[in-house]
């Protein structure tokens, strides 16, 4: 039982090694590399890219897959804009507008997806290009904020004399907290997992199989509007670009940090290592300042392959053993 449960999580383990072995390498390089502001920093600097991860994850350990969730940042923080700024809506209203909208527009395409038996990447393409469409319908150029800042300034938490963790950063770990006992402690999370391992074994246990998938589609829906309003707060402003590409690298969070693409098997916790390791290679490229800001995506890219393949050496290895 003892190695079938390190089998399970030599994902999340290679992960973790990644990370502390990248953080101790750069540390040693660069002096303050371990000061507590380098790693607010990591927090605040990569909160959208956080929020939206969690919401992936839940949808990957569903064996499903999300392509709008770029999109929907974008087309969250112009509409924002728009009710603040243009409309003159007050913040305690609009906020909860938005986020009600990526939550029906999340559930809306896990309901298509489940009941008619579409491919999620369709489905979520599709969901993708109405999206940023909608985004650029509204307005084509981003549009200045500046009714956040209190709001802002309210949820920082004070960590010294000269050093507070920013709102942005404070509510990507709120989330991850609720998001945790989410997948571990309720009987939600046990379904996705149960879904994500064998949906026709779910379906013949009695799951609900059709609510929990919708739900799991609206949580990414709503993880991605709350990531374009944290993104109005990180940039006083909003705008249609915002997310572009931006689907792509919390998969690849995701992956990286562990959870199986088949659905499944994967951690939250994993995520944020996924998250920390890419803030952590930004991190050591602006550090080192003469390098170019694209080894990003290059290094990235070679990790993700190397997850994917050890994914694929699990599977391979339990599909022998199945057999």
Not at 5 to 15: D, E, G, S, Y
Not at 88 to 102: H, K
Not at 295 to 303: A, S
């Amino acid at each position: 039982m003892n190695l079938r449960l390190l089998k399970r999580n030599i994902p999340f383990l290679a992960t973790l090694t990644v990370c502390v072995l990248l953080y101790a390498i750069a540390g040693i390089r660069y002096e303050s590399f371990f000061s507590a502001r380098v790693f607010v920093n990591f927090l605040s600097d990569n909160a959208v890219l956080g929020i939206a991860a969690i919401g992936l994850t839940f949808v990957i350990l569903s064996g499903g897959i999300d392509l709008s969730v770029g999109s929907v940042i974008g087309f969250i923080s112009i509409t924002t804009a728009l009710l603040v700024e243009t409309r003159g809506v007050p913040p305690v209203l609009a906020l909860p507008t938005v986020l009600a909208i990526g939550t029906l527009f999340g559930a809306g395409m896990g309901t298509l997806i489940h009941f008619y038996a579409l491919p999620p990447f369709l489905v979520t393409l599709a969901g993708m290009f109405l999206a940023r469409g909608a985004g650029f319908m509204l307005k084509l150029e981003s549009m200045p904020i500046t009714k956040f800042s209190g709001i802002v300034d309210a949820m920082a938490i004070p960590l010294g004399s000269r050093l507070e963790l920013p709102g942005t950063a404070s509510m990507f770990l709120v989330l991850l907290l609720i998001a945790l006992a989410v997948a571990h402690f309720t009987r939600f999370g046990r379904n996705v997992y149960a879904i994500g391992g064998n949906e026709p074994s779910a379906i013949l246990m009695g799951l609900p199989v059709a609510s929990t998938k919708v739900l799991v589609y609206a949580l990414s829906g709503f993880c991605s509007a709350l990531a374009g309003v944290v993104y109005t707060f990180y940039t006083s402003s909003g705008n249609p670009t915002a997310g572009t590409g931006l689907e792509l690298e919390a998969i690849a969070a995701v992956v990286i940090g562990g959870t199986l693409l088949s659905g499944g098997v994967g951690f939250l916790a994993g995520t944020l290592v996924g998250v920390l390791i890419f803030a952590m290679i930004q991190t050591i490229i602006t550090f080192q300042g003469n390098i170019n800001s694209w080894w990003t995506k290059i290094i990235i890219g070679l990790l993700l392959l190397v997850f994917i393949l050890l994914q694929k050496l699990i599977q391979s290895k339990k599909l022998r053993t199945h057999s």
